[in-house]
């Protein structure tokens, strides 16, 4: 399929509930240098790991839609709770379109598979995450054999975005959700959270030196990667690309932790407000046209 | 060789001119758990990397000597200006009392030689390491084929020890330091500077997917595992080991930057005066009886 030369030049949509989602934006940026990125952190709304599954395919059916509007080819969803809701819904809607959407769940599943050899893998997610047993679900397709010991984190996402004050409380917080993981053995953990890599020194140091940790990054870039190659989408310019923030909180917030998170100057940090899911499908016929 | 079970379980020493060995400290902290460390960042002379060869020896010796007097039943110098200035000088100066001394060029080195695919590697770090010729010494003897292209920067330590405001001249300044190593196509960058690692993510974008960043941790945690093995001076404990640290200027600017770095509490950080070099020998051969 060869794509209007207008389409391959368009930005890769890119979500999560905050800034979590920037572990995944930064591979994106390292493996693919010339393409434009639109971000966009619901920070109004954040955290997303105590919602239900109906609220988070709401918002991502929102989010979604504001990106695609703006002219995204395809949509990263860079958040696992959001992924483990909402994936499937969102492919529909957009399958249409032709807009692939890719999340963080299974690539992250696969690279864990091949990185055990013990067939004990441990999962760190939000409850929302492991109470969808998405990534259950995901490793017993990758490998029925791997047993998959999961603990829910409800502090963990928010200590980060609040900008993780390193004190005994948060240290003892977090040891406290690792030593399941010891007790179980496993060789491999699957940072189930788009913000736990952020802190992965600290968690590799709780887990001991022979534990593998999985972050998503490097695996969905790739799949970006394949997914554009295969539309025929990538972008033709050999320029260094663009990128843009939106966020549905406070912006000057979002621009400061970002910065430091991202390590480069989000110098366009626009405040947005999302419509209702469907209020605006003739600018998404338009913008496909 | 079967030491005192008491030396066993004495720390290991690691210094550094500021907070960037912590990157250095944190890769000894997961390979070795059960021992103990103490750490001293020498701030009030903070930055090394314009510092002549003698200034570098005569801080170094001082440095050892502390950490000697404290207890230290091993040194590690976890910055890459000391260790090209100082590193033979302080293995001589501790031979007899049974003390390793372990520098960051070397293992560097080694990891970047077995890295590259093209037999060109780059080089970021001080005006002093560079000026040292080290790497260049180091690299020839692990491979003589190998190239290495050497760019000094100046800037680019005091702006992460000074908490890196990643602004637009920031970027302009890292960005220009990057430039030559483009244009010498390497496939290998040694990050000749323990601050460095801390703006992996940055350096990744700039250099770009195909070249692999070398930092010196992982290698220097396993040459420390080695020596100690050797010496039997390995921790017998079971436990989790203590760190403690030691810093030469303000200990609450320490505390507060080592925090974020270390991604841990500092609950221990001593302000401490160093003596000359050669002034408490005396304790030096009590320490060791």
Redesign the interface.
């Known amino acids: 399929m060869v794509a209007h030369a207008g389409v391959r030049n368009r930005p890769i949509g890119v979500f999560d509930s905050g800034v979590g989602g920037m572990t995944v934006l930064?591979e994106l940026?390292?493996?693919l240098?010339h393409e434009d990125f639109l971000y966009l952190g619901d920070t109004a709304r954040f955290p997303y790991g105590d919602r239900t599954r109906e609220e988070l395919q709401a918002f991502c059916a929102e989010i979604g839609e504001e990106l695609v509007a703006r002219g995204a080819k395809l949509l990263v969803i860079a958040c696992n709770s959001a992924t483990a809701a909402a994936l499937s819904d969102l492919q529909e809607r957009f399958a249409s379109a032709g807009i692939d959407v890719i999340g963080v769940v299974t690539p992250e599943s696969q690279a864990a598979v091949v990185a055990t050899h013990t067939g004990r893998v441990g999962l760190l997610a939000t409850p929302a995450t492991v109470g969808s047993a998405a990534y259950e679900r995901a490793i017993a397709s990758a490998d029925a054999h791997v047993r998959l010991t999961s603990v829910a984190c409800p502090d963990l996402a928010p200590i980060i975005q609040n900008g993780?004050p390193?004190?005994?409380q948060v240290?003892a917080t977090v040891r406290g959700y690792c030593r399941p993981l010891a007790e179980a053995q496993v060789d491999t953990v699957i940072l189930g959270c788009t913000h736990y890599p952020l802190?992965r020194?600290?968690l590799?140091?709780m887990l001991?030196?022979r534990v593998t940790l999985i972050a998503p990054g490097a695996a969905v870039a790739r799949r970006v990667e394949c997914a554009l190659e295969a539309r025929g989408l990538s972008s033709d310019r050999a320029t260094e690309g663009d990128y843009r923030f939106l966020c549905t909180g406070d912006p000057e917030v979002f621009r400061a932790i970002g910065?430091?998170f991202?390590?480069?100057?989000l110098?366009s940090v626009e405040q947005v407000e999302l419509l209702p899911a469907g209020s605006r499908s003739a600018d998404l016929v338009a913008g496909e046209s």
């Open positions: 930064h940026l390292v493996a240098p993780f390193f004190d005994e240290m802190v020194p600290m590799q140091r001991g030196p910065t430091r991202m390590q480069m100057p110098t």
